[in-house]
């Protein structure tokens, strides 16, 4: 049986792709229970190869990620572009340098 989804992790970014990997990674490599969570990108008009970024992690096999564009710059447009997309009960908001713990 499939489980609902309870978190959904949304990562707005403009241009860091540099940064935005790193915290992906982490990101991906949580304990908690796959199934369970999701990770968003809101790319905010980048051009610096965040889309190509996230199509090239969604093809290693790992945690998948959802990608949305939102094209009118801005952090509150892309918290709610995030939010439009999101799954889960619970929605948390985090920056494209931020690294989480794997538990």
Known sequence: MDRP??????VPTLNR??????????????????SEYEVIVVDN?????????VGRLNQDGGK???YVYEGQLGL?????AGARAAKGRILIFTDDDATFDPG
């Open 17 to 34: 792709c540099s940064y935005l990997e790193r915290a992906l990674a982490s990101a991906r490599e949580q304990t908690f229970p796959s």
């Open 45 to 53: 008009g980048s051009t610096d190869g965040t889309r190509d970024l």
């Open 64 to 66: 998948r990620l959802c």
């Open 5 to 10: 989804v309870t978190i959904s992790v949304i």
């Open 76 to 80: 509150q447009h892309a918290r709610h």
